[in-house]
């Protein structure tokens, strides 16, 4: 509800005289260049994942074939591993009290990371190498995102932005949440192979932050700001809420899905929760307080 608050405080587009804010001005060029970074820096990342699986999976039990095509994993086989190590990513964030947005990252890094190294002919991935470039994923994007849920709420509440917690989840806790599969100086070796496979760009827009933004949209004075020939109703604070948590909750769920983190823009998925959540609100819980201009002038 805080920080729901201070985005509309933020992003009013007329100031008390009645000109314009320099509030909204920012907020529409960090929504460009992320927009831009989207799609020229962080394409989706699925490539030729599945079939280069499957083509090293037909080669298990050949004679004569490397031993190391002998354990490799089918693409049904990584899409199962991606779904637990996505739970077992969410387990961790939750127990550390981080901000979700963190797993996000991680399987934005991670499904990358994967198409990285299949694309350059590496000898395809063996179950334990799946599982460990999860556990270097997360650590690293915790190092580069990792605000704990209960400094967010204290940096808003100030204005401020919160120290890193960083040092609480340390590269040791990692290597032990690895179960043996790592240990500190194979996660140092790791990270480094994949911040320079991956180029050093690291820090990709993920659903959360687009949430963040396109929920500003909704408020009926800065959508008259972008199209001022809209029919549009305004919306309460309370039900600006609501919308933000179901947006945000759909947005957690689509990380489980392969097809929604590596084929498509983190944008689209973004904005077609905020519109089913108004679907859903309006239409199934019955939330009075969302008309439907609003959906009809956010699509």
């Known amino acids: 509800i805080i920080m729901v608050g201070m985005l509309l405080d933020d992003a009013a587009v007329t100031s008390a005289d009645g000109g314009r804010n320099p509030a909204w001005d920012s907020i529409s060029d960090q929504l460009k260049v992320m927009l831009h970074q989207e799609v020229h820096y962080y394409p989706p990342s699925i490539g030729r994942q599945s079939q280069i699986f499957d083509e090293a999976s037909s080669r298990r039990g050949r004679e004569g074939d490397d031993e190391n095509y002998c354990c490799c994993i089918t693409w049904s086989e990584a899409e199962m591993i991606r779904r637990k190590m996505t739970e077992w990513a969410h ?14 990252v991680c399987l934005n890094l991670v499904d990358r990371y994967v198409s990285a190294i299949l694309e350059e002919g590496v000898v395809p991935l063996k179950r334990k190498s799946y599982q460990g470039i999860f556990v270097v994923g997360l650590y690293v994007a915790l190092k580069l995102q990792g605000s704990s849920r209960a400094d967010d709420v204290v940096s808003s509440a100030r204005g401020g932005r919160p120290p890193s917690p960083t040092a609480v989840v340390n590269i040791s806790v990692f290597a032990n949440l690895s179960r043996g599969m790592l240990t500190v100086k194979r996660l140092e070796a790791e990270e480094r192979n994949m911040m320079s ?6 820090n990709a827009p993920v659903f959360g932050t687009y949430i963040e933004y396109f929920i500003l949209f909704l408020i009926k004075s800065n959508a008259l700001q972008i199209n001022p020939c809209l029919q549009v109703d305004s919306i309460t604070t309370d039900a600006m809420h609501f919308i933000f948590e179901v947006a945000r909750y759909l947005t957690e769920l689509a990380t489980f899905n392969v097809n929604l983190t590596t084929k498509c823009r983190p944008s689209c998925v973004a904005a077609a929760s905020i519109l089913h959540a108004l679907d859903y609100l309006r239409q199934r819980v019955g939330c009075t307080t969302i008309p439907q201009s609003i959906s009809t002038a956010f699509e």
């Open 91 to 104: 387990a961790v964030v939750d127990a550390f009290e981080y901000n979700r947005d963190v797993v996000a």
């Open 197 to 202: 496979r991956l180029t050093y760009r690291l």
